[in-house]
């Protein structure tokens, strides 16, 4: 499956952004998808995850109550609602497929996309 995500940009502080990353290529149906992100200086980190039907999702406390994940199969597309953005959010996000929880953990097993910066200015 390759991934593209696009939608990131330059944001003020309490603003918000939709990310969006479109799978191609082999099927996305099935797998977990998710959202990491990785700050300068940082270790990339788990920001969201959904399950296939969409009926379940998971956050990072950092950003509970502020980001929503959907995904529309249909579209082989899955989106990253962000709401009152804060300068902390400032990253290049990363979308994900096959998505496996260890715990309190997230790894990826199957793709990464290339991934599209966030930044939210003070």
């Known amino acids: 499956v390759q991934l593209q995500a696009s939608g990131g940009g330059l944001v003020q502080a309490g603003g918000s952004l939709r990310l969006s990353c479109a799978a191609s290529?082999?099927?996305?149906?099935?797998?977990?998808m998710g959202w990491f992100r990785q700050a300068p200086g940082k270790e990339r980190e788990f920001v969201a995850a959904?399950?296939?039907?969409?009926?379940?999702?998971y956050y990072a406390d950092s950003v509970k109550g502020r980001f929503t994940i959907s995904r529309d199969n249909a579209k082989s597309t899955v989106y990253l609602q962000m709401s009152s953005l804060k300068p902390e959010d400032t990253a290049v996000y990363y979308c994900?497929?096959?998505?496996?929880?260890?715990?309190?953990?997230?790894?990826?097993?199957?793709?990464w996309g290339q991934g599209t910066q966030v930044t939210v200015s003070s």
């Open positions: 994900a497929t096959d998505l496996r929880r260890y715990g309190s953990s997230w790894s990826v097993a199957g793709s």
């Open positions: 959904i399950t296939w039907s969409g009926g379940s999702t």
């Open positions: 290529g082999r099927t996305f149906s099935g797998y977990y």
